[in-house]
């Protein structure tokens, strides 16, 4: 009984995806339901995250009553914007993931996509709960549709030939995951949300199933990932992006987790030149919802407790590296070592993948949490690496991936720096193609896979 009395803060949810599911479209579809509940406790577009209240999910949970009852818990969602999976793997905490659970979104008419595989095996890496989001069925043909309605509502009024359609292509999608070695069942067909994954039929266009999806969610929260949700005092907390404000200099948003910060607190977080630590000039959320539309006006807060998507001012973030960890600092011995801490997380990810004895490729990436999510890639299919770094590929970089292969004869292939949502300065790119280093560029990763792998056929052939 003591155990549920214990409070649990917001769960922070990715949503993630191959390309056109309708992972944006789902967002959108989720926040209008609230324009009709009314302003009281409105959902409130945050810096990096959407965060729904208790009483935003109030309206999902009346459409599942009778099919799915639950009592809430959780004081509501932080659901994380920037769409896509380089998000997801931006995010970094404490060596793991920031992200509490995800929702993976399929396209029911096209089933597991290359990107959807991406996806999945990085939630698997990191060990992330996820449900899976079947969207798009009102593409099936004569689907009859009804508003934000409960799925299994809407499946019982279909003809038999839409319903037909519906299994068809279920079947299809639980039969690709099986291919991947994953039990999946519908959500509320499965026996042990554990062991398979669920399925929860949704549409953005007209909501159906996302009454089913917000639902299941809290009830995956309050029982099995109760644990990692209890609010504890202990800071925890994650540099989203890095940005330049007019009238602010460069800020920082970030997703406070857990605890609190201050304006006057000392922070320390990675920096491309080292750790940076620096003191909190001003704490900014945006105004809420109805005052969106006054442009760059956010309102100042003295002090802020988690979990919430906060804009931090302060001098010095002009190098921070989006996606890593931050800490608040009480004393200088902590200043020491949380710098020391950051210092290890660099050499770490450089014992776990770098091999300096032998040839390999350069790589190079935006932030740590991409850097680490390409290097695992690169582990898998048996690529071997000699230097990392991140940030924008400049001539010294070039520099580095020549000696990497000077001396001895090495294969051609790794004359090669592969470079992930990064810029390449134009005099690295000159110094590179004076002297035979290739570089690869893409947004996606699994795009520079298939360059490079293309490069590496061309060059044994
Ligand atoms: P994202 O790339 O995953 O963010 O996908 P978007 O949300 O941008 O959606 C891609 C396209 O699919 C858009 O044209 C959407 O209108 C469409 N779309 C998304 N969800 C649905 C859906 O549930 N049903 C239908 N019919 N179209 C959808
Ligand atoms: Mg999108």
Redesign the pocket.
Known sequence: KKDMQQKLRCPIIC?L????????????KLRRTNVQAGEAGGITQQIGATYFPEAALKEHQEKCKGRLDIELQIPGYQIIDT??HESFTNLRSRGSNLCDIAIL?V?IMHGLEKQTLESLQLLLNKKTPFVVAL?????IYEWKSKEYNNVRDSLEVQEHHAIGEFKERLNKTILEFAEQGLNSALYWENPNPQEYISLIP?????GEGLPDLMMYISQLCQTVHREKLREKEEFECSVLEVKVIEGLGTTIDVILVNGLLSVGDTIVLSGFNGPIVTNIRALLTPQPMREMRVKGEYMHHQSIHGSMGIKISANGLENAIAGSELFRAANEEEVIHYKEQIADDLVDIMDKYVDKTSSGVCVQASTLGSLEALLEFLKQMKIPVTAINIGPVHKKDVLKAMKSIAGDIVEKEYATILAFDVKVTPEAQQFADDNGIKIFTAQIIYHLFDSFEEYVKKCRD
């Open positions: 949503i995806g191959h390309v056109d599911t309708g992972k944006t479209l789902i967002l959108d769409p896509g979104v396209d969207n798009k069925i009102d593409r949704t549409s953005a266009i007209t």
